[in-house]
């Protein structure tokens, strides 16, 4: 690696310090990888939380340089394997607590796996991590499943509600559990609450199917059974729009959030996490997210001005054009960030 930095090839540098089949590579997955996905998998942004199936996930197309949309939407799991490391299990966590306690060498003994083969969901109702065990057991939990919706938006689009509230999107598929006149003013409503719910709640419907199992531990999915959790305070306002199904729509290509770049190759509508998924992972705003991301972690620090900001929209540029590969992000903002 010196040599190449002596011969001005830092991006070869770079590359290579991140080529799994370097040993010495291996802080990259171990560390580096797992620190940059843990806090996506809790409520608390954590990265104190132990290996999961959601980061091995991210740390498996990561290293094998996939498309990496397939995060949101793909029929696939990573796993481990070693001396005294219990199968996956979609009950519980303790075959990536075992790969974490041992010291495993992620580079090398993480494989990718249908996730329907380990879990028994239906291929169709699988969507990469958001079906995970992981986010199931964080963000499906209890609640009404917005906490997934707002979650993946916030991992993976690198947007809270606060910044996509859009007053001008229709009401109509608001649930009836959200007042209409909080504290008996409309207004409240009408110029905060159908902000974020006029969006929000017609692409969350399509979690309508899923549940976290306190119980058993496990991800539960009722095809063509909407779970009880979206009928909660239904007499809130019961003029309220009723889930009958896990059909999604996508109100944010018209307003202020088509400016987060929908893909004109997709419909902006379907059934079920895995299309919801798609449509995410296809947008602009997936795409830069990921890059802001890797720039932070690389670089210890957000974008800050014009000059990391042309930066981020050259790699985003790259990461679009590449085949959507994030190792070939990492290595880019590596190179960029170099001397900082």
Known sequence: ???????????????????????ESAPFYNVTLKNFATPWTNRDQTVFAPLNDYTATVIGLVRDELDFRRVLYDDVLYVGSGAGVPAYSPSNNDHYAALENTGADLRQVLTRQAQSALTGLPPEATAGVITSRAAAEAFFIAGTNRAMFRFTLLNHLCRDLEQVQDTSRPPDRIRQDVSRSPGGDSRVFLNNCVGCHSGMDPMAQAFAYYDFDETSGRLVYTPGQVQPKYFNNKETFPQGFVTPDDRWDNYWRVGQNKLLGWSSALPGSGKGAKSLGQELASSQAF?????????????????????DRTAVERITSLFTGGGYNLKQVFAETAVYCMGD
Request: proline letters at 5%; a negative charge.
């Open 1 to 23: 690696m010196a040599a190449r930095i002596a011969s001005n090839d830092e991006l070869g540098a770079a590359h290579l310090a991140i080529d799994h089949r370097d040993p």
């Open 287 to 307: 795409a830069q997210c990921q890059v802001e991301k890797v720039f932070r972690q690389v670089c210890y620090r957000a974008p800050s001005d014009d000059q």
